[in-house]
């Protein structure tokens, strides 16, 4: 079946430390990764996706990793900023059912000033 | 932004009563999806539709059903509500012509069972 876990549910960190968030997939047929960003109030927000064809993105302080063969993805936020606070969501596309997106349970990102 | 809107933005309801959740798009998407989020469980897929002859079910559909009454509206409706139905509902839209993998979310509405 499908299935994406995500941990941690909550992370802590001190303002200007990285953050990483890791998920897995179930099903090697996945073939799109993207993260999600939601605000307090707010609704979810695309931030950054990657390809099965490629193992690492970058957009300025945020990455994004895949390793196909382990079915894991992670999300690296690094020199942290307060307006990162937010929960992310990480989430796979399964290849067969190409509208079909199954997201993980989230995490809770705090940056201490 | 009210590209996707959705109505209500928040419900109140009793046990048993029928409640319709209304979604309505300008981007002109083809793919419209219904999510439900609770804390701790993410976002969850219900329903989603390719288009307006298009209908399929997603992860948690029972309890639920939908209607895509054209290309640009997307109804859920919760047929016999129940308290474990209280939650956060987001709609939201793909396109095709772009992949079909980004999804622009509506504001959520967020629905209560007594």
């Known amino acids: 079946g499908e299935n994406v876990e995500q941990h941690p549910s909550t992370l802590s960190v001190q303002e200007g430390d990285s953050a990483v968030i890791k998920c897995t997939y179930s099903?090697?047929?996945?073939?799109?990764f993207p993260w999600y960003k939601q605000e307090l109030g707010k609704r979810p927000q695309l931030i950054i996706d990657?390809?099965?064809?490629?193992g690492e993105k970058k957009d300025q302080r945020i990455a994004v990793t895949l390793n196909k063969t382990a079915k894991h993805f992670s999300l690296h936020i690094t020199e942290t900023q307060p307006e990162d606070s937010a929960v992310y969501f990480c989430?796979?596309?399964?290849?067969?059912?190409?509208?079909?997106?199954?997201f993980g349970s989230g995490t809770r990102l705090s940056i201490r000033p | 932004d009210a590209d996707v809107t959705q109505t209500p933005r928040n419900r109140i309801t009793k046990t048993g009563k029928r409640i319709m959740l209304e979604c309505s798009q300008t981007?002109?998407?083809?793919?419209m999806y219904w999510y439900r989020q609770d804390p701790g469980l993410g976002l969850r897929l219900i329903y989603y539709?390719?288009?307006?002859?298009?209908?399929n079910k997603g992860e948690i559909s029972d309890g639920y059903s939908v209607s895509r009454q054209a290309q640009a509206k997307f109804s859920l409706s919760l047929e016999s509500a129940i308290p474990n139905q209280t939650a956060l509902y987001f709609c939201?839209?793909?396109?095709?012509?772009?992949?079909?993998?980004?999804?622009?979310f509506g504001a959520g509405s967020r629905l209560t069972v007594l």
């Open positions: 939201a839209t793909s396109d095709t012509n772009s992949g079909a993998n980004v999804l622009t």
């Open positions: 099903d090697s047929a996945s073939n799109y």
């Open positions: 990657i390809r099965s064809n490629v």
């Open positions: 989430a796979a596309r399964l290849y067969s059912s190409a509208s079909k997106i199954i």
């Open positions: 981007k002109g998407h083809d793919r």
């Open positions: 539709s390719f288009d307006v002859k298009d209908i």
